[in-house]
């Protein structure tokens, strides 16, 4: 109990009772803009919240800047759809391309622990075969480094947060911490039509602690893990991570948007961030800098960051900044049954089958694409039944027919493409920065993937009993546009997150990942920025640029 305590010690630093611990916060050590911090981390999600984690319980003198608040689950959250758009990240972007991805509610977060305080809180692992899908299938990239090189990593933060499910079998087959949950009439009915069709399907894995775990409370199945999770049942960086962070040393500095980084043309090092908080523009002065701003803003921010070293943008002197971002191909597919189903009362994803993850060779297309229950609530729904063309009385109906629904919804693998990149655009934000412009086509067989997981969601559902189907098509899961790569000319860092024009400036979101697999990245990123702070932290003094 001692070793689980000392792992998990913000399970306890949480109050007893409802809310956040104020008192970290509050009484949290503070550095002054002045002080050569020996790391500045630009993000407070997934990555650079576990950097910041990582370096603090290493001893180090560690700032985050987030350009959201610092959330009070009681006090800024509401169990409503249309009340939790504050959690978005919603300044002005410009999208584009063949097929243009809508930005916000589920690719973007703001505020301390980033998207993950509104993720459906699904953590599985990417499969070996992610790692090699050039060598192994011909396309994607090979990561310079293996799923060998994660697996202690993805152990380690299973644990922190902790997850809940049953062994998996596919990948590299595991267990989890804690037992699955107890399944709704929606994974029930997938499980039904799974074993119908001959297809594996298991419980798991979310990060929500099945039953209590140290002062967090247990999940009461109330279906709005993607509006926060007012309970704090879900694991979030801001209720896992960042606590220990701040019980460690660490600062953290919400409402601050970083604007550039820092350079010195004479050493060639990154010194600090230039930053605005309450409308004064301040600059932190670091020994390193990480940036974790996601597979959006972390582009924008390198190619903002412009010098006599950097006319065209930090790190990009191969023009590799911003390329590469990829979606996942994220259809959803609805059943009607004749008994109730109350899809929501569980958390959205909680039956998943990962049975035509790999390349199937006798199929027309490579790669493959995951299946999770999904559990649209009223709005969404409406989206959806919208999609198929229902208005007025007949929305009506669909809408007053919602607790007879069942939905599935496929991770489809899109691969990544060199066109599909962020660049600045035009038009200025309330910060006079030039704003990201996202362009994105799907290639054939991004598109051969919707189609096939569409056709397996609507087979399944049938087969459990389902008399009509409907599909909406949409994406997810941002990763990408600042790549881990072997070398500087296909990427811009390497194997350990470290950039390879500057020699202490290191990336540690998703913006790193060369492939982005069937599963949902944010275990990854975790895992990743894991890895890179552990490196760091094994460097010589030196190394910190003293």
Request: proline residues 7%; charged residues 25%; hydrophobic residues 35%.
């Amino acid at each position: 109990m001692n070793r689980v305590r000392q792992r998990n010690e913000s399970a306890w630093l949480l109050p007893p009772g409802p809310g956040s611990n104020n008192d970290l916060r509050k009484h949290m050590r503070r550095f002054e803009d002045q002080d050569e911090v020996d790391i500045v981390v630009v993000g407070c999600g997934a990555g650079g919240s576990t950097v910041l984690q990582r370096l603090a319980r290493a001893g180090w003198r560690v700032v985050g800047l987030e350009a959201g608040p610092f959330w009070d689950p009681e006090q800024d959250w509401v169990s409503d759809e249309a009340g939790s758009h504050h959690l978005y990240w919603t300044e002005p972007r410009v999208i584009a391309g063949e097929d243009p991805v809508p930005l916000g509610s589920n690719n973007s977060g703001r505020g301390v622990g980033g998207s993950m305080v509104h993720y459906a809180g699904y953590t599985p692992r990417f499969h070996p075969s992610d790692f090699h899908t050039f060598t192994a299938d011909g396309v994607g990239a090979d990561w310079p480094l293996d799923y060998a090189d994660l697996k202690p990593f993805y152990e380690d933060i299973e644990a922190e947060l902790p997850v809940a499910g049953e062994a998996w079998p596919w990948g590299d087959p595991h267990k989890y911490p804690h037992r699955p949950h107890p399944v709704s009439g929606n994974g029930e009915l997938f499980l039904r039509g799974a074993r119908a069709c001959g297809v594996t399907a298991k419980v798991g894995p979310v990060a929500i602690a099945n039953g209590r775990f140290g002062n967090r409370p247990h999940c009461i199945y109330r279906g709005f893990c993607l509006q926060g999770c007012k309970v704090n049942a879900k694991a979030s960086p801001l209720i896992t991570h960042i606590p220990d962070a701040l019980a460690h040393g660490a600062e953290i500095r919400a409402d601050s948007m970083v604007t550039r980084i820092g350079f010195d043309e004479r050493t060639g090092k990154a010194t600090g961030v230039h930053y605005v908080q309450g409308g004064r523009e301040r600059y932190q002065r670091a020994r390193n800098v990480a940036i974790a701003g996601y597979s959006i803003e972390t582009p924008r921010l390198l190619l903002n960051s412009t010098s006599d070293r950097f006319p065209e943008g930090m790190c990009n002197d191969f023009d590799q900044v911003g390329r590469y971002l990829m979606v996942q191909g994220a259809p959803q597919t609805a059943g009607r049954f004749d008994d109730e189903v109350r899809m929501w009362k569980a958390p959205p994803p909680e039956v998943s089958t990962e049975d035509f993850y790999e390349t199937d060779p006798s199929k027309p297309y490579k790669r493959g694409f995951s299946i999770q229950t999904v559990s649209p609530l009223p709005i969404t729904w409406a989206e959806h039944v919208a999609a198929q063309g229902h208005w007025g009385a007949d929305l009506r109906r669909y809408m007053s027919d919602y607790v007879h629904w069942a939905c599935l919804g496929a991770l489809c693998e899109f691969l990544p493409l060199e066109g599909n990149r962020v660049t600045l655009a035009e038009e200025k934000d309330r910060y006079d920065l030039p704003v990201a412009r996202f362009s994105y086509s799907q290639c054939d067989n991004d598109r051969s993937l919707m189609e096939a997981a569409q056709s397996v969601m609507e087979r399944i559902l049938k087969a459990a009993g389902a008399d009509e189907v409907i599909t909406i098509k949409r994406y997810a899961h941002l990763v990408g546009g600042a790549r881990m790569a072997a070398d500087e000319e296909h990427g811009v860092v390497d194997q350990d997150c470290r950039s390879f024009a500057v020699p202490n400036l290191l990336i540690t979101d998703g913006s790193v990942l060369p492939t982005q697999g069937s599963a949902n990245p944010a275990l990854t990123i975790m895992a990743v920025a894991a890895r890179a702070a552990q490196k760091l932290a094994e460097t010589p003094r030196t190394g910190r640029n003293d």
